[in-house]
């Protein structure tokens, strides 16, 4: 037999696409050819694949090897193809038979001594290939953690290339690892540990009862960074559906530990102020990587020291804010990553970051204070549902407990949210920052003197439209965390004091 053919996975974002492997030896002068678009990583491939051939025993062909990758004007990328690559040549050279291979996924990078190494992206790969109906996946033995994740995939997890070849002629019977169910890590954060902070302690429940992004401003030590890091304590945990997701997307950004059982709490990613913008929002040169929005998805970006961020980092933020997803496009390839999540900047109110209180011991001016806040984009908080100005806590409320645990937060919240959940059976969406505007204005309309209130703000201009919806999506979420069947006038304006710091008089 001179001609043999496999498949394999390739990702673009978290969905794959089925490649047909196909080995073709011929007669001619001893050559390596690679078709089908392949990456840098691919085109590698050539040395590690016959390295590990020969050092697992096997012979390599002294002819013509043709090598291609279906369909064609699909670009590939990736070391998870090396594995099947080594079995088509071994099965073109009639040194195993195609037989035992059939109805198989192979996944693996190979070392040089034939050894099988973990690959980025293992979980959607799994993913999609049940989807294009494999049952049974053979992956290396590290990454066995990763693929028990997917329970409904036969995950066989082996050593080395030998060992693959020695499971499939029959020869040898290989038991998977056992994993050891690590115990999670205890929560070492919690909301009794802030002193005072009444005000923001409240707007962060309303923020995580319905998903509304927030900023905090305060001068440094008040307790701006404490805050937003307690907020994935009292968010609701994820669901298996969500925490899978979460895991296919760390995964393919190589941050995802393959011995660590999954995870339902919801990520909290906190990128330094000096990112870049394909780090924020994902790219890369080779193969699109998700960035931290996509990261953060189903949890908490925080961005610490916001107004420090270089021109356009967080206006890049803005279209993931709005449809919860993010496409990314090259010039060979393109990608879509969800990235639903939790906005949290934070932000000295001046350079000096003493504008605090009366302000006396600030240093700034007018003009100096109104340009630094000015680097937040007038689009990018138009798009944030609430700013609260953190004070520093007075010396009462540094020798006093608090009285409100995470727990204890984290149950109004999700109370809160089963409130909404049931209004919304039937909807395509799950929480307030959800609702479409349309819908805002017809059937998830606020009682009659509320929506008086909000027409008035609007008709002397002082929000916007984008404003007047986010209003409402907010003065719902007050609503579910109070038990009210629907926002009423003191909502609205406790919405409107959370997004603008103003009254409604």
């Known amino acids: 037999m001179t001609l043999a053919k496999l498949q394999g996975i390739t990702l673009s974002g978290l969905s794959g696409s089925l490649i047909d492997i196909e080995v073709d030896v011929s007669n001619g002068l001893p050559s390596y050819s690679l078709l089908g678009l392949p990456d840098a990583t691919l085109s590698e491939a050539r040395e590690r694949i016959r390295a590990a051939i020969l050092n697992s025993g096997f012979n390599w062909p002294n002819k013509k090897l043709t090598v291609s990758l279906s369909p064609a004007w699909l670009p590939k990328s990736g070391s998870a193809f090396d594995l099947p690559i080594a079995l088509a040549i071994l099965m073109a050279t009639a040194q195993i038979e195609e037989q035992r291979t059939i109805g198989t996924l192979f996944i693996g990078e190979l070392s040089l001594e034939g050894g099988l190494r973990p690959i980025r992206g293992l979980l959607p790969m799994l993913i999609s290939a049940m989807h294009h109906g494999f049952q049974s996946v053979i992956v290396p033995q590290d990454s066995y953690g990763e693929a028990k994740i997917l329970k409904e995939m036969n995950a066989i997890a082996l050593p080395d290339l030998k060992s693959v070849i020695s499971y499939l002629s029959g020869t040898q019977i290989f038991e998977n690892p056992t994993l050891i169910d690590l115990k999670k890590s205890e929560r070492t954060k919690d909301f009794s540990e802030v002193a005072g902070q009444e005000e923001a302690k409240f707007a962060l429940g309303v923020a995580a009862a319905g998903c509304h992004n927030i900023l905090l401003i305060g001068a440094p030590g008040t307790g701006k960074t404490m805050l937003a890091e307690r907020l994935p304590t009292i968010l609701p945990p994820l669901t298996e559906s969500e925490a899978i997701e979460v895991a296919g997307i ?256």
Request: positive net charge; hydrophobic residues 35%.
């Open 250 to 505: 760390h995964s393919i950004a190589g941050k995802l530990n393959p011995r660590e059982a999954i995870s339902y709490e919801p990520p909290f990613i906190s990128p330094h102020h000096s990112t870049t913008i394909p780090a924020l929002v994902g790219g890369g040169s080779n193969s699109i990587k998700p960035g931290a929005c996509s990261l953060a998805h189903n949890g908490v970006l925080f961005i610490d020291e916001a107004t420090e961020c270089s021109v356009g980092i967080l206006d890049a933020l803005r279209q993931p804010m709005e449809s919860g997803a993010i496409g990314i496009s090259r010039a060979n390839q393109s990608a879509n990553y969800p990235a639903k999540f939790i906005l949290v900047l934070a932000a000295n109110p001046c350079p000096c970051g003493k504008f605090s209180g009366r302000g006396r011991n600030c240093e700034c001016s007018s003009h100096q204070i109104r340009r630094y806040l000015g680097r937040l984009s007038g689009p990018l908080l138009d798009r944030i549902d609430i700013r609260i100005k953190v004070e520093a806590p007075t010396r009462t409320e540094l020798v006093s407990e608090s009285k409100e645990s995470s727990e204890i937060v984290r149950n109004r919240v999700l109370i809160a949210r089963k409130i909404a959940a049931e209004r919304f059976i039937g909807e395509n969406f799950k929480t307030n920052s959800q609702i479409p505007p349309h819908l805002l204005r017809t059937r998830y309309r606020a009682k009659r003197e509320a929506m008086s209130l909000l027409n008035e703000l609007f008709d002397r201009e002082v929000i916007s439209a984008r404003g007047y919806h986010r209003i409402l999506r907010t003065a719902w979420s007050i609503s579910d965390l109070s038990g009210e069947s629907s926002p009423d006038r003191s909502a609205i304006e406790r919405a409107l004091n959370l997004r603008t710091g103003i009254d409604s008089e």
